[in-house]
């Protein structure tokens, strides 16, 4: 894990700009680690702030050999690769890294620990942390976090990768900023990253996943007024299992649609479109509660990505959605969350 004094440098070559670095950018954005440098040959020497927003002064460097002039003791590999894999051109910069004495946190599928290579440089006091690795002795899903006192709000979505996770540590902060006993329960690569602590949930057998749920939400539960649960996945995308586990191991009281403004179809798989989000809220809500097996969680708010858009194009698209849906909208990350914390504490 990484410790609270310990330099981080991020690796996430053509991810500044690109489709695949989330995990690096959540961290620049939400991480309260000291990041001393991210690692990107695409923008290496521009502006961190001008490019992605993010009130961060971090420089961008173009490689490994460049970053250890500032002294990290662990490289945070800051890229979700589709199927998880290490691309091969990166093998020189975790390389060096290592060679220089430098620890490794790994959110691919690729398990940095059971290559005997890297292995094989590692010095007394390194680690190589796999994020995604499958915790020991599962449950299987009992239902039981319905019996928790504490709000537990899960954010779902139209498609992957739209801001599920952003919109929960948002939720989080607002609601700690109001005094609430609030707990973000990271479920993903970036947000056992940047909280510390979660499950990979993309890496634990099906049979075990909403057992893996619940086990975590029962540990954290007890003490807290409110859960905010990552979301992953989406009902809507083919290639997505995740949602449903989710559902039943958090057994929600509410949840939080997220969704890209102006995004019609499914990424990667444009002959899928994305329903109207007054249809996909009804998906959502019905599924949830299961005919009445499980108790009813509203959908309390639409969360809405816009970074993509201009100020006036977002507020018109913010606009929209709050018509077409009838429900309270914003953009978490631009406006901040409290108009969403308002609307599920106000049906609680």
């Known amino acids: 894990m990484i410790q609270p004094d310990q330099k981080v440098t991020i690796l996430m070559h053509e991810g500044i700009r690109g489709l695949h670095g989330k995990t690096g950018l959540a961290m620049l954005r939400f991480s309260n680690a000291n990041i001393v440098a991210v690692i990107d040959r695409e923008c290496a020497g521009k502006s961190l702030v001008e490019l992605t927003g993010i009130p ?52 691919l599928h690729y398990r940095l620990k059971a290559d005997p290579e890297l292995n094989a440089l590692l010095k007394p006091g390194q680690w190589l942390w796999d994020v995604r690795e499958e915790p020991p002795n599962l ?50 690569q970036a947000g056992i990253m940047i909280s510390g602590s979660g499950i990979p949930l993309d890496a634990i057998r099906v049979d075990f996943a909403a057992g893996a749920v619940e086990q975590l939400v029962m540990q954290a539960g007890a003490d807290q007024d409110i859960l905010h649960v990552e979301g992953q996945g989406s009902f809507f995308n083919p290639a997505s299992t995740a949602t449903l586990p989710l559902m039943r191991g958090s057994q929600p009281t509410h949840l939080v649609l997220v969704h890209r403004a102006r995004q019609t179809h499914i990424r990667r798989y444009e002959n899928f479109s994305i329903p109207p989000l007054r249809e996909v809220v ?11 097996t499980f108790a009813p969680a509203k959908v309390a708010a639409i969360a809405l990505n816009t970074a993509h858009l201009d100020n006036m ?36």
Do not use: H
């Open 282 to 292: 009804k998906v959502y809500e019905t599924v949830v509660a299961a005919g009445g």
């Open 56 to 107: 961060r002064q971090v420089p961008i460097v173009a490689s490994t050999a460049e970053a250890l002039q500032y002294e990290p003791d662990v490289l945070a590999i800051g890229i979700a690769k589709l199927g998880g894999e290490l691309p091969e051109d990166w093998r020189e910069d975790i390389r060096q890294a290592i060679a220089a004495g430098v620890s490794i946190a790994n959110g």
């Open 313 to 348: 194009d977002a507020q018109l698209a913010i606009e929209q959605a709050g018509i077409e849906t009838g429900l309270p909208c914003t953009d978490p990350i631009r406006f901040g969350a409290d108009l969403i914390l308002d609307a599920i504490l106000r049906n609680s």
């Open 139 to 188: 449950p299987v899903g009992t239902g039981q976090a319905r019996l928790l006192s504490c709000l537990r709000v899960l954010t779902v979505g139209t498609d992957m990768a739209v801001g599920k996770m952003s919109t929960s540590l948002e939720l989080n902060r607002a609601s700690l900023k109001r005094g609430l006993r609030s707990k973000f329960l990271g479920t993903g």
